[in-house]
């Protein structure tokens, strides 16, 4: 069966960093794009970013272009978001997905069971 | 950006009865459009792609239908574990965006 498994997630500081893991098992890793969800607490969901099978073409929400980096080790089957300046709007579950054909721009076949990030003082 | 407008916000049905959901785009996707089922406490799950195909192991009471710009998810005989939230996504552009989410109560 395939699996995503989200790590990385805490409690940080306004204006802090962390960095996102996401290890997948059980697919060709390098052959489906990448993405990372969020969803506040009570909230629905917000795409965050994206990432191509060979890890050449990022994308990003506006809500965090220029703060996080999406980015892939197809070696270790893992992908990664570096989050940086952190604010308390970025308080979430963020979600690791697959992507469900080939594209990059796609739907999301598959999710991990999510990781929490708490942004406050 | 895309935006995608479900309604109703929540729907009450009673069990055994169907539901409607739908999904509205700003401009059009095609059949670019997913939906997803998330109950309490877990991950979204696919449920639809392509506007109409079901994803694995989805069961045939679920049905989606649309194109452009109006899209509807339809449950057919709503089972207990049903009366959960739905969320539709468009992948047609850059940024993927959903729906704020259609949750389905119990009548």
């Known amino acids: 069966e395939v699996q995503l498994v989200e790590s990385g997630g805490n409690l940080v500081q306004p204006g802090g960093s962390l960095r996102l893991s996401c290890a997948a098992s059980r697919f060709t890793f390098n052959n489906y794009a990448m993405s990372w969800v969020r969803q506040a607490p009570g909230k629905g969901l917000e795409w965050v970013s994206a990432?191509?099978?060979?890890?050449?073409?990022?994308y990003y929400a506006d809500s965090v272009k220029g703060r996080f980096t999406i980015s892939r080790d197809n070696s270790k089957d893992t992908v990664y978001l570096q989050m940086n300046s952190l604010r308390a709007e970025d308080t979430a579950l963020y979600y690791c997905?697959?992507?469900?054909?080939?594209?990059?721009?796609?739907?999301?076949?598959?999710w991990g069971k999510g990781t929490t990030v708490t942004v406050s003082s | 950006e895309i935006v995608m407008t479900q309604s109703p916000a929540t729907l009450s049905v009673s069990p055994g009865e169907r539901a409607t959901l739908s999904c509205r785009a700003s401009q059009s996707v095609g059949t670019t459009l997913a939906w997803y089922q998330q109950k309490p406490g877990q991950a979204p799950r696919l449920l639809i792609y392509?506007?109409?195909t079901r994803a694995t192991g989805i069961p045939d009471r679920f049905t989606g239908s649309g194109s452009g710009t109006e899209f509807t998810l339809s449950i057919s005989s709503l089972q207990s574990e049903d009366f959960v939230v739905y969320y539709c996504q468009q992948h047609y552009n850059w940024p993927l965006t959903f729906g704020g989410g259609t949750k389905v109560e119990i009548k």
């Open positions: 997905a697959k992507g469900g054909s080939s594209r990059s721009r796609c739907y999301m076949d598959v």
């Open positions: 392509g506007a109409s």
């Open positions: 990432i191509s099978g060979s890890g050449d073409s990022t």
